[in-house]
């Protein structure tokens, strides 16, 4: 969480020069804290729902058009018992996504005079998820879902929420830190989700960004 990760930073330069190419400015980042929900698994003995505001995340998108792009984005999760943050898990996750700009087909924006958008995305990613407790973290493949509604302070500016669902392929660990199957064997695929509130950064030389041309 240091330092911004390396997919994040060869993304920007690359897609920099395409961006400078043309008077529709198509490159944004983002960042936002917010809520994590854990779903499933983890043990109900525990006076606790492993959830809350434990959500951080940065990301950087790209519109190929106005409709549709990409997105790159990581992201850190805590699932914490309360009281007393000594039993449960981290989670680090790179996600890849898809875009598409639903406010835009729907004429949702114009509607609003540019002012309302709302995004959609869905994408893979990879994440390891440590216990507490263990000297180890374990590799799980996000699969993601979720949608974006923005509101344009500025050509420049625009506050987002955000809700995204994810299931976590090949699961050992549930979110309380304990070993679904010792030793290590038979794995469950893991639900939660987050709630984000966030700050989108429009880069580029033109006025206009694709979220609102």
Not at 157 to 171: E, W
Request: proline share 4%; glycine share 10%; with cysteine.
């Amino acid at each position: 969480m240091k330092k911004i990760p390396q997919i994040c930073v060869l993304f920007f330069l690359m897609l920099t020069s395409a961006n400078a190419q043309t008077t529709l400015n198509k490159l944004s980042i983002e960042g936002g804290v917010g809520y994590s929900g854990a779903m499933q698994p983890y043990l109900t003995r525990y006076n606790s729902n492993f959830s809350g505001l434990k959500h951080f995340d940065i990301g950087m998108r790209y519109m190929i058009n106005e409709y549709y792009g990409i997105k790159v984005s990581f992201a850190s999760d805590k699932f914490e018992n309360d009281p007393g943050g000594k039993i449960g898990t981290d989670l680090q996750r790179y996600s890849v996504e898809g875009v598409m700009n639903v406010g835009k087909l729907f004429d949702l924006t114009y509607r609003t005079r540019d002012n309302f958008g709302v995004l959609a995305h869905a994408g893979v990613g990879f994440a390891t998820l440590k216990p507490f407790s263990a000297p180890k973290a374990e590799r799980v493949g996000p699969i993601s879902i979720g949608i974006t509604p923005q509101y344009r302070l500025s050509d420049k500016v625009a506050l987002y929420s955000d809700f995204t669902f994810f299931s976590n392929v090949k699961q050992h660990y549930r979110f309380d830190g304990s070993l679904i199957q010792a030793p290590y064997k038979t794995p469950a695929i893991g639900h939660y989700y987050n709630f984000t509130v966030g700050l989108i950064f429009y880069l580029g030389e033109g006025r206009y960004h694709s979220d609102w041309y």
